[in-house]
């Protein structure tokens, strides 16, 4: 494992680093932030009490939120990346900060507020002079606890595509890589205590030199992102991708070729995005502008009033879904490739061996014997468990959702009995699973295909072209092979996609 590590950090660096950068960034704004409000709202609230006390309610119910709902209710108003991000922590940073301000004030020995009283100084004299003096401690006390909150919970922040340590972390979990896990937890816990100490060593500033360094990383950041404003790309196409290897090789494909053919076009790629609603919520909301999406989800979850009926072939699914598409939400869904990912239900031999399982129908008499783990997308949607529990009638005895990899880990564990996956799973070779037959037919085709908006298409007509050079290309096989090549070999995505694309003579 540790020569795994030692290599993914000599070839990673760059990105590595990249990340450090991109958490700090988003770290220290949101605090900024956080303090510019918090502090003034205590300052102001210290003469009421009952107002302050309703506040500091408001404050802690908000921390109560979980992070991926908080990160989900902002994206359809301020988009993805950076900026629903910094507001998400910005809220979670608000309550310690403000506390520890309050808390400060109020403990001031009331003996001196009456010599403040007696010697009749303004009360912005007072504030500056003596009080915030006194309550620095506290403060300084609030802002760590309020810095340490921030940068673990801003990993998170990579699930929305604004970077940072996080994009190690779910990779990591992802595609099984304990050397990029190993690099996001570790350097997120470095850079935790390393800024917790660097403000408890400011705090031991004079208040003057305080107010400098706080005036000062606010000019340095306001002026960065001014800067990065100005000189951004002018002609950017954000592409996105669901959780897992597959996606993320797609994605690099589709960079790889926009980029080769239109040298103006800038592409931004951002891997591990979610699941379907999160990604064509995004989509339509023009906050990405192309994802790879399969045509069974599309005719069976995306569109509205959704058929229920599999009994169709593959040319007849995607023409469905392109159309569908077209109509509902003015979007164009370009030629799908060769191979097909489809739904399967898998078990261990060993299980399958036991109770002859080689069909869906045949669990039915082991139904309640079933402890299921499906990823959260299969356990929800209509082509997934609804699906199959309303065409086979097939209520199974227990179900927990958990992300792709993990459910893989605990069919091998024996945590579970039964899970969710894909045709092209590297796992079903790695793990030694059975596949169980659709014997009722009831998983549409999936075939995958780039989905975007038709004015995208309008903006930037040469990418149809681009993407489509993926048309009837890249095998079952093929697709497998680079899945296991990412998640069980670890290499990286971009290297496998590239791979390809040269090998198969794509460029």
Same mark, same amino acid.
Do not use: C
């Given at each position: 494992?540790?020569?795994?590590? /030692?290599?993914?950090?000599?070839?990673?660096?760059?990105?590595?680093?990249?990340?450090?950068?991109?958490?700090?960034?988003?770290?220290?704004?949101?605090?900024?932030?956080?303090?510019?409000?918090?502090?003034?709202?205590?300052?102001?609230?210290?003469?009421?009490?009952?107002?302050?006390?309703?506040?500091?309610?408001?404050?802690?119910?908000?921390?109560?939120?979980?992070?991926?709902?908080?990160?989900?209710?902002?994206?359809?108003?301020?988009?993805?990346?950076?900026?629903?991000?910094?507001?998400?922590?910005?809220?979670?940073?608000?309550?310690?900060?403000?506390?520890?301000?309050?808390?400060?004030?109020?403990? #001031?020995?009331?003996?001196?507020?009456?010599?403040?009283?007696?010697?009749?100084?303004?009360?912005?004299?007072?504030?500056?002079?003596?009080?915030?003096?006194?309550?620095?401690?506290?403060?300084?006390?609030?802002?760590?606890?309020?810095?340490?909150?921030?940068?673990?919970?801003?990993?998170?922040?990579?699930?929305?595509?604004?970077?940072?340590?996080?994009?190690?972390?779910?990779?990591?979990?992802?595609?099984?890589?304990?050397?990029?896990?190993?690099?996001?937890?570790?350097?997120?816990?470095?850079?935790? /205590?390393?800024?917790?100490?660097?403000?408890?060593?400011?705090?031991?500033?004079?208040?003057?030199?305080?107010?400098?360094?706080?005036?000062?990383?606010?000019?340095?950041?306001?002026?960065?992102?001014?800067?990065?404003?100005?000189?951004?790309?002018?002609?950017?196409?954000?592409?996105?991708?669901?959780?897992?290897?597959?996606?993320?090789?797609?994605?690099?494909?589709?960079?790889?070729? /926009?980029?080769? *053919?239109?040298?103006?076009?800038?592409?931004?790629?951002?891997?591990?995005?979610?699941?379907?609603?999160?990604?064509?919520?995004?989509?339509?909301?023009?906050?990405?502008?192309?994802?790879?999406?399969?045509? $069974?989800?599309?005719?069976?979850?995306?569109?509205?009033?959704?058929?229920?009926?599999? *009994?169709?072939?593959?040319?007849?699914?995607?023409?469905?879904?392109?159309?569908?598409?077209?109509?509902?939400?003015?979007?164009?869904?370009?030629?799908?490739?060769?191979?097909?990912? $489809?739904?399967?239900?898998?078990?261990?031999?060993?299980?399958?061996?036991?109770?002859?399982?080689?069909?869906?129908?045949?669990?039915?008499?082991?139904?309640?014997?079933?402890?299921?783990?499906? *990823?959260?997308?299969?356990?929800?949607?209509?082509?997934?468990?609804?699906?199959?529990?309303?065409?086979?009638?097939?209520?199974?005895?227990?179900?927990?959702?958990?992300?792709?990899?993990?459910?893989?880990?605990?069919?091998?564990? $024996?945590?579970?009995? #039964?899970? *969710?996956?894909?045709?092209?799973?590297?796992?079903?070779?790695?793990?030694?699973?059975?596949?169980?037959?659709?014997?009722?037919?009831?998983?549409?085709?999936?075939?995958?295909?780039?989905?975007?908006?038709?004015?995208?298409?309008?903006?930037?007509?040469?990418?149809?072209?681009?993407?489509?050079?993926?048309?009837?290309?890249?095998?079952?096989?093929?697709?497998?092979?680079?899945?296991?090549?990412?998640?069980?070999?670890?290499?990286?995505?971009?290297?496998?996609?590239?791979?390809?694309?040269?090998?198969?003579?794509?460029?």
């Amino acid at each position: 494992m540790w020569q795994d590590l /030692i290599k993914t950090i000599n070839t990673q660096h760059t990105e590595i680093w990249q990340a450090l950068i991109q958490h700090i960034e988003l770290s220290l704004v949101s605090l900024l932030i956080a303090a510019i409000i918090a502090i003034p709202l205590a300052v102001v609230l210290i003469r009421n009490k009952r107002l302050a006390e309703i506040v500091l309610q408001i404050t802690s119910i908000m921390q109560t939120i979980p992070s991926l709902a908080l990160l989900g209710i902002l994206i359809p108003f301020v988009g993805i990346g950076t900026v629903p991000s910094i507001i998400a922590l910005v809220i979670y940073a608000i309550m310690p900060i403000f506390q520890g301000t309050y808390s400060g004030l109020s403990e #001031i020995d009331p003996s001196l507020k009456e010599a403040e009283l007696a010697l009749g100084l303004p009360k912005w004299m007072t504030l500056f002079k003596i009080d915030l003096p006194l309550a620095m401690p506290s403060i300084i006390g609030g802002i760590r606890v309020a810095l340490v909150l921030i940068i673990g919970t801003g990993t998170l922040a990579a699930l929305i595509g604004a970077g940072g340590l996080g994009t190690y972390i779910i990779t990591g979990i992802e595609t099984n890589n304990n050397s990029y896990l190993i690099i996001g937890v570790i350097l997120s816990s470095i850079l935790a /205590i390393t800024f917790s100490a660097l403000v408890k060593w400011i705090g031991s500033f004079s208040q003057k030199k305080i107010i400098i360094t706080f005036l000062g990383l606010l000019a340095i950041f306001s002026g960065y992102f001014g800067y990065q404003k100005l000189i951004g790309p002018k002609n950017e196409i954000v592409i996105a991708g669901k959780l897992g290897s597959e996606p993320d090789i797609l994605i690099n494909m589709y960079k790889e070729l /926009i980029e080769r *053919d239109n040298q103006n076009l800038k592409v931004t790629l951002k891997p591990n995005f979610g699941a379907t609603t999160f990604l064509f919520n995004s989509l339509k909301s023009n906050q990405i502008q192309v994802y790879p999406e399969f045509t $069974g989800t599309i005719t069976q979850t995306i569109l509205k009033n959704a058929t229920n009926s599999t *009994d169709h072939s593959a040319k007849l699914t995607y023409q469905l879904a392109k159309q569908g598409l077209k109509k509902q939400y003015d979007m164009d869904y370009l030629q799908p490739m060769k191979y097909y990912n $489809g739904y399967a239900l898998l078990v261990t031999k060993q299980f399958a061996k036991e109770y002859n399982l080689k069909t869906i129908s045949d669990l039915l008499p082991i139904a309640n014997k079933l402890q299921a783990g499906f *990823d959260p997308d299969f356990n929800s949607l209509k082509d997934g468990y609804p699906g199959i529990k309303k065409s086979y009638h097939l209520n199974m005895g227990s179900i927990k959702t958990m992300e792709p990899v993990i459910r893989y880990k605990a069919i091998e564990k $024996g945590k579970v009995n #039964i899970v *969710d996956g894909y045709t092209t799973d590297p796992e079903i070779k790695e793990y030694d699973l059975v596949a169980l037959k659709d014997d009722k037919n009831f998983f549409p085709p999936f075939q995958g295909a780039p989905l975007l908006k038709s004015s995208t298409l309008k903006n930037y007509p040469s990418i149809r072209k681009s993407l489509e050079k993926l048309s009837n290309r890249i095998s079952n096989t093929d697709m497998q092979e680079m899945n296991y090549q990412v998640q069980i070999k670890h290499k990286k995505a971009s290297k496998v996609a590239h791979n390809y694309l040269k090998q198969h003579k794509i460029i």
